[in-house]
Structure formats: C-alpha cells, structure tokens
T-cell receptor, first 114, second 111 residues
C-alpha cells in the first residue's frame, strides 16, 4: 500500500536556526497538509496546500512558517527561526481527489529545539 | 469551527476486556477517521468511517452522522492496544477539507 514518507524521523536544532522538514506524499494525491502535535497535546492543523498554493492556514502558521512543493514529489515545511516552543511532532498528510476521501498520514518528524 | 469531544479521556483495562470509545462532533461532517497513536508517536489509521459500521478484526466502529457521534469498539483488548485513540472529523470545507482532531482517549491495557 502506498505510504506518505517523512524525513528525518528526528531532528535536533538550536534556537534561531532554520529547519526544513520533508515529506513525499502518495503519488497522484492532490491535497497536502502539515499538522503539529506538541508533546501530550492533540494534533493541530497547520496548513493545507492544493494546486501549488496554500488553500488554508491556521493561526499557528505565522510568518516564520512556509511550505513548498519544489518538484512533483516533495512537500516541505520550513521554519525560518526556530523557537523552543516549536518543539513538537510534525505530521505530513495527503489526500486523493474528491471530498469523500481519507487523509493518509506519515510517521512524523520529531523536532527538538534546544 | 467544528468541535470534537472524545470520552472518556482516560481508560484503564485488564487484558481481555472490551471497551467503547466515543466521539461527539458539533456539525455535519463528510469525513471521520479513527487513529491509534502508538508509543513511538505514529498515527495509525484505523477507520475511515463518515457513516455506517465497519469492522477490522477485534476493532469495529460505528458513525451515526445524523446524531453527530461515532463509537470505536475494542474487544478482547491486548497490551499492544495501549496508546492514544484520536477521532478526527472533516467538514464541507471546499478545497481544504482538513481534519479536526479531538483531544483523544488514553488507553492503558494491563496484563
């Protein structure tokens, strides 16, 4: 069964550094998402991406975040200047066409900001 | 936006027991998924069930969309069932159709 793959599985960075989290969605999927889960809390929506542009973003997704689909397969989340509170698990998801289709999630990247 | 409430927040079971987890949501949805988050933090998709009933082994789920709730049944629980169970719903949000997650049910199955 096709999977969403995320790399790296764990990243440690210093406060103020830029990080890029990478995702390869399922081939032929059209809708892409990033979610965040701070330790012990629920999974929160960050941003959705469709047709090469952001279709919706949450209040969490401020100017320090950006997303990009640089080629036909990768989908990236960039955090420009990391803060301690950015430490979390970040999940990528993708979905096929149509409203009645499930989201498929990757295994996540655990980001630790020191 | 849609509100998603899960109950109970915590549940402790002895191995072999059965359990029912509930998810209430505040508006009409066209997507509902149940996930199990394992100890490594991975979200394992259990069911895509915007309506009706599905079964997969010891797990089954029922969504009554008109009454805005879904139930996840776990029978003959095993220690490997431990973890957090999330319900997530999606409304009629145009091109986005994002999922909104509930706060989860933390399940601990003791041997």
């Amino acid at each position: 069964e096709p999977e969403v793959t995320q790399t790296p599985s764990h990243q440690v960075t210093q406060m103020g550094q830029e990080v890029i989290l990478r995702c390869v969605p399922i081939s032929n999927h059209l809708y892409f998402y990033w979610y965040r889960q701070i330790l012990g809390q629920k999974v929160e929506f960050l941003v959705s991406f469709y047709n090469n542009e952001i279709s919706e973003k949450s209040e969490i997704f401020d100017d320090q975040f950006s997303v990009e689909r640089p080629d036909g397969s990768n989908f990236t989340l960039k955090i420009r200047s990391t803060k301690l509170e950015d430490s979390a698990m970040y999940f990528c998801a993708s979905r096929d066409r149509g409203h009645n289709s499930p989201l498929h999630f990757g295994n996540g990247t655990r980001l630790t900001v020191t | 936006g849609i509100q998603v409430e899960q109950s109970p927040p915590d549940l402790i079971l002895q191995e072999g027991a059965n359990s029912t987890l509930r998810c209430n949501f505040s508006d009409s949805v066209n997507n509902l998924q149940w996930f199990h988050q394992n100890p490594w933090g991975q979200l394992i998709n259990l069911f895509y069930i915007p309506s009706g009933t599905k079964q997969n082994g010891r797990l089954s789920a029922t969504t009554v969309a008109t009454e805005r709730y879904s139930l996840l049944y776990i029978s003959s629980s095993q220690t490997t069932d431990s973890g957090v169970y999330f319900c997530a719903v999606g409304g009629y949000g145009g091109a986005t159709n994002k999922l909104i997650f509930g706060t989860g049910t933390l399940l601990a199955v003791q041997p």
